[in-house]
């Protein structure tokens, strides 16, 4: 008779932990943090690590591979890239004279942008978690910017994340690293 009182106990008590729990509630458009960059040179290439932190109020994050009709096709109806193609965009800035100055590729149609798959299949609902977005960086082509990236050369990103719904996150900005040399 005890055990049957005390798991008819337990019952409840989980039934009243999962009444008290509320889910968290954030805005429909994303909002990222930065987290951590971590730098591994390798031979002719550093690959890059950054972390960020990220809140949706309705689970709309990520990309499939089927996801490659409008507005996340490729190409735009007139063949220009379509910037929505990619929900993972970053941008280069190196220090010169002790400021920061964009660096812009000399090939008009490279990005280091990205996509990062679905986050939540299932259903519409506030998530949050951490994204690690990868990428290997050469430098043993000098010519591929302007300004020009070389070891030992000062470097931070600025990353801005996109939802399906096509709203853009805060854009935030990484802590600078030293290309070449291990941070």
């Known amino acids: 008779m005890n055990t049957a009182k005390i798991v008819i106990l337990l019952i409840l008590l989980g039934f009243l932990a999962v009444a008290c729990f509320k889910p968290p509630t954030y805005p429909d458009v994303p909002s990222i943090a930065f987290e951590s960059i971590k730098n591994v040179p390798n031979n002719g290439s550093d690959s890059i690590y950054i972390s960020i932190t990220w809140q949706d109020g309705d689970g709309d994050l990520g990309l499939s591979t089927t996801d490659d009709q409008p507005p996340f096709q490729a190409k735009e109806a007139n063949g220009a890239a379509n910037p929505f193609y990619n929900n993972f965009f970053i941008n280069i800035s190196k220090r010169v004279n002790g400021r920061y100055v964009p660096v812009r590729f000399t090939e008009p149609t490279f990005t280091l942008n990205g996509r990062y798959p679905r986050l939540n299949e299932a259903r519409k609902s506030a998530i949050e978690g951490t994204l690690q977005y990868t990428f290997l960086y050469l430098y043993v082509f000098p010519d591929a910017t302007i300004p020009r990236i070389s070891r030992n050369d000062t470097i931070k990103f600025d990353v801005q994340i996109v939802d399906r719904a096509l709203n853009k996150s805060?854009?935030?900005?990484?802590?600078?690293?030293?290309?070449?040399?291990r941070n």
Do not use: D, L
């Not at 854009?171 to 290309?179: C, G, K, L, R, Y």
């Open 170 to 181: 805060n854009i935030v900005e990484t802590s600078e690293i030293i290309i070449g040399r």
